[in-house]
């Protein structure tokens, strides 16, 4: 049986866990969430209540999203007749292996297995399974419940028509999958996002800037760029008519010249400490301000991706 999705398992109540199940649910499914969090029910209500309004979709109430959730923590039963399960613990091998396993025991044969893990692979994570074929990373990019990719990894023994369903199920809920050709260590959003949070740290640690100007210059030039644009695209587009060939000829050479002068710091508890005070202090800390913050990024990330879908058709090459 591999019909459509309609029941969906969540394991895993962090950040991401709460993120996926706000999705979910806006998209008429029946979650269930397997968590061990003695708080679960007070901590989901309060995650959708505070993802709900920037969902892309129409506006959701969300006491009425919140009928169609059940809590869980026995992961045996949470499985139990689900058509799809979503990883979202803490990135440890061992737990991993052991819930996939244990979902491999009691969920149906059709049962798609996917985890949100952004550095373990698919082969790691089903070594103790009889059959991973139903297995892969689908790993989402942070707010998971908003921002379009999600990372499709399969492993050696993943079979192809997994991920074609994995690729089908996240398309159904808005998303944008991406699936690596073979596997890698990490993930390509997180190598790419790693490279320039490198930069970062190295510019702050050095004295050039503080941890809120580099976050103005990153969001006032590359960021609203790549926003519109990836990184091939800009530069395509930056050669003029002759395109990336004649931007990379023109000053390729130098480019790769500053590549030797990026900086490669090492986080020391001095470094982290000034990270955090910078950052601590521009932004502020605890409940209250997270809140406030991550609405605030949803409005902003919502406001964006709807001039994105208003503008899609827009230059599109001909066919």
Known sequence: MTGPVRTVTVVGAGTIGLA??????????????????TDAERAASEAVELFAPSLPSPPADPARLLDRL?????????????????????????????????????APDHVLLLSSS?????????ATMDDPSGLLVGHPFNPAHLMPLVELI?????????????AAFYRSLGK???????????????????????EAVHLVAEGYLTAEEVDAVVTGSIGLRWGAVGPF???????GPGGLRRMLGAVGGRMAAEWEHLGTPALTDD?????????????????????RLAAARDVRQGAVLAALRAGEDTGRADP
Do not use: C
């Not at 695209?233 to 050669?239: E, N, R, V």
């Open 233 to 239: 695209q800009a530069f395509h587009l930056g050669g």
């Open 176 to 198: 944008v999958p991406v699936a690596l050709r073979r596997p890698m260590a990490g993930t390509p959003a997180n190598r790419l996002q790693s490279a320039l949070f490198r």
């Open 154 to 166: 399969p492993g050696t023994r993943t079979r192809p028509d997994a991920v074609e369903r994995a």
């Open 20 to 37: 996926w199940t706000t999705l979910f649910l806006a998209h008429g499914l029946d979650v269930r969430l397997s968590t061990r969090r």
């Open 271 to 291: 470094i982290v400490e000034t990270l955090a005070a910078q950052t601590e202090r521009a932004y502020g800390q605890g409940d209250d301000a997270y809140r």
């Open 118 to 126: 952004s550095s373990l692979s698919a082969d790691a994570l089903g």
């Open 70 to 106: 059940t809590i869980e923590p026995d992961v045996t039963k949470a499985v139990a007749g689900t058509d799809l399960v979503q990883e979202n613990v803490r990135e440890q091998l061992a737990l991993k292996q052991e819930l996939f396993a244990e979902a491999e025991r009691a």
